[in-house]
């Protein structure tokens, strides 16, 4: 549908520009004949170029205008062909021309309800309709609407460091068609340079390969080589742009520790053995060695070095002082055994102490004076004599509480871990304390 309105307007443009060519002409036509000249060449950007220009004098000349709505409908600018012709009938246009501009206007009167809407998610993009060679339709940036004759098109959308995209698409009258895009960028050519020759280089895990490309995105490139340190760099592909990359690898020093799980900072920073050895720039340096229970030593590397030089480090333990003696000893933990059981003897004391005085109150209840004849007088004496049965016995738990206080008290000060006094108790016919001194 939509070919068969467009060849029917271009046909009947040509048709009207053959018969423009041929009237005589009021003024030069100089200029009109050069637009026409590129139109029949099929240059529509040129031509339309030469009618702008034209119109900028004469904006009211019919002919210029309606050769301006041919070459548009070409370039599938179908709103700005629409206004051309609507200018060549408002310009004045008569007979033939205007009859033919009245029915190229009601044929694209559709556009003005029928719409392209093109979305590129990755854009900008520049995009054509069917051929390049028709000029740019727009640019989506992200996206751009056109108005569209219905029918059916190839829409081609491009962009610098991109695969170039195309898709059918149908337009239907009186509605809005929508493109959703999604460019794919080129892969790019890599280029990796090694120093010295002969190292392996691999790129994502994969051997290089000069004459490949790399799909856009992040890549790891590795270089080794025996007896260098081994470098591992990060790249960026995108959009087909080449990448460069140059590596020098670093001859390594064959290093020897002792501990070998000894820490090294070379130039105050964190560094680490790979293959026995370590990689130290030309030039003047500084190695720390450190190790946990070790003396920290340090390698002052030299700017001239030789081809075989290397570095042995034998770090010196620290002397491990002994842990302090802990102050409980046997002899006074026997001094907290001691102390406890005094305590438990006066606690013992304090209770006999209290009964003993509770009876000796009952007796003098029962009978106050000694010289006064009592009716109870049996019960107080028994009282009495179990208060003193109770004085008694408090009497020897206090002793016991006063001796173990004692011998916790010797045996605590004697008992230091450097005393060379020993104080034991001794139980038996005879108790006391044994006192063994030592020089």
């Not at 050895?277 to 946990?292: K, Q, T």
């Not at 003993?356 to 009716?375: G, H, M, N, V, Y």
């Amino acid at each position: 549908m939509r070919s068969l309105i467009t060849t029917w307007i271009v046909c009947i443009g040509l048709a009207q520009i053959g018969i423009a060519s041929a009237r005589p002409a009021a003024r030069p036509r100089t200029k009109y004949q050069a637009a026409v000249q590129l139109v029949n060449a099929g240059d529509y950007e040129k031509a339309l170029v030469a009618i702008e220009e034209a119109l900028v004098t004469a904006p009211n000349d019919t002919e210029f205008l309606f050769l301006k709505g041919q070459v548009l409908v070409k370039l599938r600018d179908f709103a700005g062909a629409l206004a051309a012709y609507e200018a060549d009938l408002a310009a004045g246009a008569t007979g033939a021309n205007r009859r033919e501009a009245e029915k190229i206007v009601g044929r694209l009167g559709v556009v003005t309800t029928t719409l392209l809407d093109i979305t590129v998610a990755n854009g900008p993009a520049t995009i054509y309709l069917d051929s390049r060679t028709l000029g740019v339709l727009c640019t989506a940036a992200p996206s751009c609407s056109k108005p569209m004759l219905p029918g059916d098109y190839k829409v081609i959308a491009e962009r610098a460091g991109f695969v170039a995209w195309s898709q059918g698409v149908t337009v239907a009258a009186g509605t809005t068609a929508k493109l959703a895009v999604t460019l794919v960028e080129k892969p790019s050519p890599v280029t990796v340079r090694v120093v010295p020759a002969g190292a392996t280089i691999t790129i994502d895990g994969a051997a290089y390969d000069a004459s490949a490309k790399l799909a856009a995105g992040g890549h790891e490139v590795v270089a080794k080589l025996a007896g260098h340190l081994t470098e591992h760099r990060k790249i960026e592909a995108s959009e087909g742009k080449p990448v460069e990359l140059d590596i020098a690898l670093a001859p390594l020093v064959a290093v020897r520790l002792n501990p070998a799980t000894a820490a090294l900072v070379l130039d105050h920073k964190p560094a680490a053995l790979e293959d026995g050895g370590l990689a130290i720039a030309p030039g003047a340096h500084e190695l720390v060695v450190r190790a946990s229970g070790y003396r920290e030593h340090t390698v002052q590397v030299p700017a001239e070095r030789a081809a075989d030089y290397h570095i042995v480090v034998e770090l010196e333990r620290v002397p491990v002082a002994a842990p302090p003696p802990s102050p409980f000893t046997r002899q006074r933990k026997i001094a907290l055994t001691a102390g406890g059981a005094g305590l438990v003897a006066a606690a013992v004391g304090a209770v006999f102490g209290v009964q003993s005085k509770q009876r000796k109150d009952e007796a003098f209840a029962l009978c106050p004076s000694p010289s006064t004849p009592c009716a109870s007088a049996r019960e107080a004496d028994e009282a009495f004599r179990s208060g003193r049965t109770s004085a008694l016995r408090a009497d020897i738990a206090f002793g016991v509480a006063g001796g173990a206080a004692i011998a916790a008290a010797v045996l605590w000060f004697t008992g230091a871990p450097e005393s060379q006094v020993a104080v034991s108790p001794r139980v038996g016919a005879v108790a006391g304390l044994d006192l063994t001194m030592r020089f």
